[in-house]
């Protein structure tokens, strides 16, 4: 088949989430996957310019080391706010140049505006259209202003897909809240490369890399660094009570907004080496640097509108490699995991230190951990990917609109 994805966000630097999972392994079946991205972060980057003219990409790949992608970025204005209209008619006119030229089976939406797009163009040329939410895309709008109109375009979306796929049963719950058609709505949840991500990988050489001593209690996070992601209070609660915590240290890898107020943190408080942050670091490392840990930690905001439905696929890779994972009271989370799956919960990302060291004490890490594992052991990304590949297959059939290509 050919399949057609687009989405608002930077296919390229951005971290693996489900669509490049998914998109790899079909590509790895012999499917054929074109991507129309956008360079969400220009603003944070500081990109020169006003405009950036359309570029192609061609055998990209993020995972697997025998694929290939072509990734599409149309024509761009560099400038808030009218940046916008602009990406609604560069993006109409790719997806039309698409249809045209790569004669998609399926298109599948991850955005809010470019979806719109997409869904009502597949509907005029009779292609399927999948709306895929790993989050929700609503809330996620940067600008207040427009989330409500993005709400909207979302919502008239969901009512013009012949499916609707959501990472997680809270978020499924949510789509359908918007307008999804129940029966025209799936969960196909997170996987896991099971054989990247498991018990025997070895972190002794980052311990040793970051002076990490056998008898030191690693809190470990890895992704983009929000300033509600809870890190900046965890860190501020070691440093309130240094003896207390004094074999407790923070391991994180990742960049973002906050990263600079971690930085301030770690020297205002001289945390030293108590707080460890490696900046962005190459994906094929990631098992190594949970597997140098103890505890992993998803210390956001529970508060954070952002942070109510999703269910991040790091859970998932912390699990397997057998971590207990401190969370806070996450609704999304607390529904997937549930209690007494290696998934701990806390009130408040300052009460993430005190669980991790309630469970050091009474020596419960290791069977924590073991529960984590076994809860995700079947969740295995060829497994996800069977079904996905299914789902498209049967939605073709079933909508009477043929998959020309095999």
């Keep these: 088949m050919n399949i057609l994805v687009v989405q608002e966000s930077n296919w390229l630097t951005r971290n693996p989430h489900q669509q490049h999972h998914l998109m790899e392994r079909l590509a790895a079946r012999g499917h054929s996957v074109r991507v129309i991205d956008y360079d969400i972060d220009w603003k944070k980057e500081n990109k020169s ?13 993020k995972i697997l080391s025998d694929v290939s992608i072509q990734v599409i970025r149309p024509p761009s204005l560099r400038v808030p706010v009218f940046e916008y209209p602009v990406l609604m008619i560069t993006h109409r006119q790719e997806i039309i140049r698409q249809i045209n030229e790569f004669k998609p089976d399926v298109i599948i939406g991850f955005g809010i505006l470019n979806a719109w797009l997409a ?33 909207i375009l979302a919502q008239q979306t969901l009512r ?8 997680n049963k809270r978020l499924r719950d949510y789509v359908i809240t918007l307008g999804a058609v129940p029966e025209r709505t799936t969960v196909i949840g997170a996987g896991i490369d099971l054989d990247r991500f498991n018990p025997t990988v070895d972190g002794s050489s980052i311990r040793s890399v970051y002076a990490i001593g056998k008898d030191d209690i690693v809190l470990f996070f890895m992704g983009w660094l929000y300033h509600f992601s809870g890190l900046k209070e965890v860190a501020l609660e070691l440093a309130r ?6 074999n407790m240290k923070i391991l994180i890898v990742g960049d973002g907004d906050a990263y600079q107020d971690l930085l301030q943190i770690r020297d205002i408080y001289h945390l030293g080496d108590k707080l460890i942050l490696t900046g962005k670091q190459p994906y094929e490392k990631i098992p190594e640097f949970i597997a140098a840990s103890d505890i992993c930690i998803l210390p956001a905001d529970p508060k954070e509108k952002i942070m109510q439905d999703i269910v991040p696929i790091k859970m998932y890779e ?12 996450l609704p999304g989370i607390m529904r997937e995991f549930g209690d007494g799956n290696g998934v701990l919960y806390a009130d408040s990302p300052e009460m993430v230190p005190e669980t991790a060291y309630a469970i050091t ?26 079904t996905f590949e299914e789902t498209i297959k049967d939605m073709c059939q079933n909508d009477r609109i043929p998959c020309t290509h095999k």
């Design 318 to 329: 912390y699990m397997a490699i057998g971590k207990p994972v401190i969370s806070t009271k």
């Design 241 to 246: 009570s240094p003896d207390y915590y004094r």
């Design 361 to 386: 004490s009474e020596g419960s890490i290791r069977d924590h951990g073991n529960s984590a594992r076994i809860f995700v052991q079947n969740l295995d990304w060829r497994t996800l990917t069977d």
């Design 160 to 167: 013009n897909s012949a499916r609707v796929i959501s990472i």
């Design 119 to 151: 869904a009502r163009l597949a509907r005029h040329h009779k292609i399927p259209f999948i709306y895929y939410w790993i989050d929700a895309l609503d809330i996620l709008i940067p600008e207040r202003l427009f989330q409500r109109l993005g709400r």
């Design 49 to 61: 310019g006003i405009s950036s003219p359309r570029t192609v990409y061609n055998d990209v790949k």
